[in-house]
């Protein structure tokens, strides 16, 4: 499986600021994902970032809030953009190493507070 | 639209014990995964348990089993021999055989009593 290590693990933030999350894994994969997991909630999918082209987003969820970059195989950010305190989740990121659910691996998560 | 429900927001069971935990979820397709992942404090979501859907034969992983009934669309998690390191949100997901998105239950609380 693959090891992920997230930054920053947890901030907290002025509303109407910015915060990026790096996502960085420690061998080379195709796919990652992004979730969000609102207090008390269960984790949804924000976006699935393939490197080399343009993330793919889900609904309710936009590319002006929640740009993703995927320079290459092994990183990807997530930014959060012009804060609220809604916007006050976990976000972590996955990668698939293989299909069938049995390589999946998750990263430990960013606690973000907007104040 | 996939959907999983966990019914049980928060279980206890003391040292040693069995516990289960409910799982149902709602799918048209006919070929998926399901899966029981655990999160502890660390918030790092480990993955307990798998199962196939075409697989009549509920899968076991040491104290964890499940017991998986397609036609009632129902996946339940049961952990013998509970141990302190257990405590944990327990969540039940869902994922198409073709697809790579989670569908993920609003999660069980569990904590285990010395």
């Known amino acids: 499986s693959a090891v992920i290590s997230q930054k920053p693990s947890r901030d907290i933030c002025q509303r109407g600021t910015s915060l990026t999350i790096q996502c960085q894994v420690d061998?080379?994969?195709?796919?990652m994902f992004w979730y969000r997991q609102q207090p008390g909630q269960s984790l949804t999918l924000i976006a699935t970032a393939n490197q080399g082209s343009e993330a793919t987003y889900e609904s309710g969820f936009v590319i002006d809030k929640f740009p993703i970059s995927r320079p290459n195989l092994t990183f990807s950010t997530l930014t959060v953009s012009n804060m609220s305190p809604e916007d006050s989740s976990i976000y972590l990121c996955?990668?698939?190493?293989?299909?069938?659910?049995?390589?999946?691996?998750f990263g430990s998560g960013t606690r973000l507070t907007v104040v | 639209a996939q959907t999983v429900t966990q019914s049980q927001p928060e279980m206890s069971v003391q040292e040693a014990e069995t516990v289960t935990l409910s799982c149902t979820y709602d799918t048209s397709e006919n070929n998926y995964y399901l899966f029981w992942y655990k999160q502890p404090p660390s918030r790092q979501m480990i993955l307990v348990i798998r199962?196939?859907?075409?697989?009549?034969q509920n899968a076991t992983e040491n104290r964890f089993s499940v017991n998986f009934q397609k036609a009632a669309k129902s996946f339940s998690l049961k952990i013998s021999d509970s141990q302190l390191g257990d405590t944990a949100m327990y969540f039940c997901a869902f994922m198409k055989q073709s697809g790579n998105q989670f569908y993920f239950g609003t999660g069980t609380s569990l904590t285990v009593i010395p």
């Open positions: 199962q196939e859907a075409y697989k009549q």
């Open positions: 061998s080379q994969v195709t796919m």
């Open positions: 996955s990668v698939e190493i293989a299909r069938g659910g049995y390589g999946y691996t």
